[in-house]
T-cell receptor
Framework: GAVVSQHPSWVICKSGTSVKIECRSL??????MFWYRQFPKQSLMLMAT?????????EQGVEKDKFLINHASLTLSTLTVTSAHPEDSSFYIC???????????????FGPGTRLTVL | GQNIDQPTEMTATEGAIVQINCTYQ??????LFWYQQHAGEAPTFLSY??LDGLEEKGRFSSFLSRSKGYSYLLLKELQMKDSASYLC??????????WGAGTKLIIKP
């Protein structure tokens, strides 16, 4: 099956520093990748959608200058949390969409998530 | 607006059957997903329905009625490891996933 990896799996950083999270599709090309955030006991919230080679589309309320997304290749997207603050502490999950010939296989595959703790 | 409704929590007994319902209202519809999420982990894909009817996959089955905006996930022969949150999500006309808040399923021995 399709595999999506994230690195790091967890990170602790000081307030004011920047953190980069990588999302890779290991055995397929992902034309579109999504970044989600999940606070404890809440549903996944879409932060942004990125298509390879173009600028990411951010959801309302998500600061694009704070959450920098780069989708430089069909297998790699990165999310950089700039000047992180304790309220940014959350579980960040990426997913990748593989477009196959038949619509029924057009499914999102999730990475394992990255737990960010900002002190 | 777009909305997904599912129960917050359900409890069932090991070995029994449980049905988790989901109703959706979206701008356009391109299919409905069920995901399983264990605490502290990312969701894992369970099923995708775009046509009306029941899709069976081992112990798990998923049903869709597009005319009613309704789906359910049926879990049979429940095992303790099935204790998790089950997330319902629908694709809207732009293929954006609209997520429900999830149903926490508690399995008792």
């Amino acid at each position: 099956g399709a595999v999506v990896s994230q690195h790091p799996s967890w990170v602790i950083c000081k307030s004011g520093t920047s953190v980069k999270i990588e999302c890779r599709s290991l055995d397929f090309q992902a034309t579109t990748m999504f970044w989600y955030r999940q606070f404890p006991k809440q549903s996944l919230m879409l932060m942004a959608t990125s298509n390879e080679g173009s600028k990411a589309t951010y959801e309302q309320g998500v600061e694009k200058d704070k959450f920098l997304i780069n989708h430089a290749s069909l297998t790699l997207s990165t999310l950089t949390v700039t000047s992180a603050h304790p309220e940014d502490s959350s579980f960040y999950i990426c997913s990748a969409r593989r477009l196959a010939g038949a619509i029924l296989t057009d499914t999102q595959y999730f990475g394992p998530g990255t737990r960010l703790t900002v002190l | 607006g777009q909305n997904i409704d599912q129960p917050t929590e359900m409890t069932a007994t090991e070995g029994a059957i449980v049905q988790i319902n989901c109703t959706y209202q979206t701008s356009g519809f391109n299919g409905l997903f069920w995901y399983q999420q264990h605490a502290g982990e990312a969701p894992t894909f369970l099923s995708y329905n775009v046509l009306d009817g029941l899709e069976e996959k081992g112990r798990f089955s998923s049903f869709l009625s597009r005319s009613k905006g309704y789906s359910y996930l049926l879990l049979k022969e429940l095992q303790m490891k099935d204790s998790a949150s089950y997330l319902c999500a629908a694709w809207d006309s732009n293929y954006q996933l609209i997520w429900g808040a999830g149903t926490k399923l508690i399995i008792k021995p």
